[in-house]
């Protein structure tokens, strides 16, 4: 397929409830967007990578239909709080097959810390609840994985958790588990269920700071809540996220994102490798590095050294896990001038690819490097801050990222170019 093919799915909607769907077959797309440096969309330096073989192998495994697990991870910032691309992503490769799908597994609930959440699930509650971000520099609790906790200090709390969310999807996500990540060394409040028959088992982690409630059957949705047991002033829950699973095989998609934030900033949350220690990450795409350069007062040495740290904790969780580095997207300072600092974020994360045997998708250069971000803009791919992408733009993004992993995929295992990419879009 080429890219005029896969680029066409970014003008569809984001929904994948009609396989069948008529796509706008868009064969202009190239002269459309000159500006975008087609031919530099590739995953640098896999082949060197032992790493990215056994990712593929796996995947593979599962796009034929057999029982494997694919763990991946993607960390960033707003760009990947909004879970837009990320989502795109995740639904191509959860639909190979129709026993691709994992668990929905890691998610937050934004809304009750204040903030937007995915639309692709929902998690709601009354009762005052405050946020807390990493990113934050007057911000100061006790942060996990998520790099973001909501704090409520009331008698009582009611949530909501739906897996699904505007019927994005015919297949939905259910889960017979669900995790509480949350400070459980205090006894302040207490979690009970609305149905308390469908609790089955209850385990609890001291370590990562969760309780897991085996539940007697499979569920898309449940309500439990949360309730004040004393009566002391400063009493308060503090909720880190939640983890939705089940025993389906397939590939699961995490995505970490908090507005704002950076590597020196989820260097802050306390018990985030704690809790990434819990799961053995297949891929690990770092796309952090926006917010480390978006100021004139940019370390280059700090960054380096937050990037590589984080590398080292991710292969602490698991030796052989693939991480793909990818250069962050050419963006404006302040609305008003081109940032030049994204080139330093460059030479750094090939270098430490480089020293580490893993591989880079480097969309800066995608993009069209320096100042292509006002192509975007002009091109209606961008908003007005030059910084993020309107859906457009994030779907095309997506579709890049897909096509260049689908490549890399195919050359690694000899497969024959495209036999990939037709497979996973159902071509």
Excluded at 197 to 221: F, G, R
Excluded at 320 to 336: E, F, G, M, Q, W
Aim: contains cysteine; proline residues 3%.
């Amino acid at each position: 397929m080429t890219i005029h093919k896969l680029v066409t799915f970014c003008f569809a909607l984001i929904s994948f409830s009609s396989m069948a769907q008529d796509y706008t077959l868009l064969d202009s797309i190239q002269s459309r967007y000159p500006f975008i440096n087609w031919k530099a969309n590739e995953i640098k330096f896999a082949e060197d990578a032992p790493s990215f073989k056994k990712l593929y192998q796996k995947l593979d495994a599962i796009a034929n239909g057999e029982e494997e697990d694919v763990h991946i991870f993607h960390i960033g910032g707003s760009h990947i709080q909004a879970d837009i691309y990320s989502n795109r992503l995740r639904t191509y490769l959860q639909h190979m097959n129709a026993t691709a799908k994992g668990q929905r597994g890691f998610v937050y609930p934004f809304k009750l810390a204040g903030t937007n959440n995915p639309s692709n699930y929902s998690i709601t509650a009354d009762g005052a609840w405050k946020g807390y971000r990493c990113s934050i520099k007057k911000d100061s609790v006790a942060w996990g994985l998520a790099g973001i906790s909501a704090v409520f200090k009331d008698s009582v709390s009611n949530i909501s958790v739906k897996a699904n969310h505007r019927g994005y999807d015919q297949q939905q996500y259910d889960f017979n588990r669900i995790r509480v990540f949350y400070d459980d060394w205090s006894t302040d409040y207490e979690i009970s269920f609305k149905e308390a028959s469908l609790i089955a088992d209850i385990i609890v982690n001291k370590e990562a700071h969760y309780i897991e409630y085996a539940l007697t059957k499979t569920v898309k949705e449940i309500d439990f809540c949360v309730k004040r047991m004393t009566d002391a002033p400063e009493s308060e829950f503090l909720m880190m996220g939640l983890e939705l699973m089940n025993d389906n095989h397939g590939v699961e998609y995490t995505s970490i994102g908090v507005n704002g934030a950076s590597f020196n900033f989820y260097n802050r949350c306390r018990y985030f490798n704690d809790q990434l220690m819990l799961y053995t990450p297949d891929l690990f795409i770092v796309s952090v590095g926006t917010n480390d350069a978006y100021h004139p007062d940019f370390d280059p040495e700090a960054y380096e050294m937050f990037y590589e740290k984080l590398m080292m904790d991710v292969q602490k969780a698991n030796p052989d896990c693939a991480i793909l580095l990818t250069v962050p997207n050419d963006s404006y300072y302040k609305r008003k001038t081109p940032n030049p600092r994204t080139r330093v974020m460059q030479k750094i994360i090939y270098k430490l690819a480089k020293k580490h045997h893993m591989a880079v998708w480097d969309f800066y250069e995608i993009m069209g490097g320096f100042n292509s971000s006002m192509d975007w803009y002009k091109h209606k791919l961008m908003p007005s801050d030059r910084i993020h992408f309107k859906q457009l733009g994030y779907r095309i993004k997506a579709d890049l990222l897909l096509q260049a992993l689908a490549n890399s995929w195919e050359q690694s295992l000899g497969l024959e170019h495209n036999t990939v990419l037709n497979r996973i879009i159902h071509e």
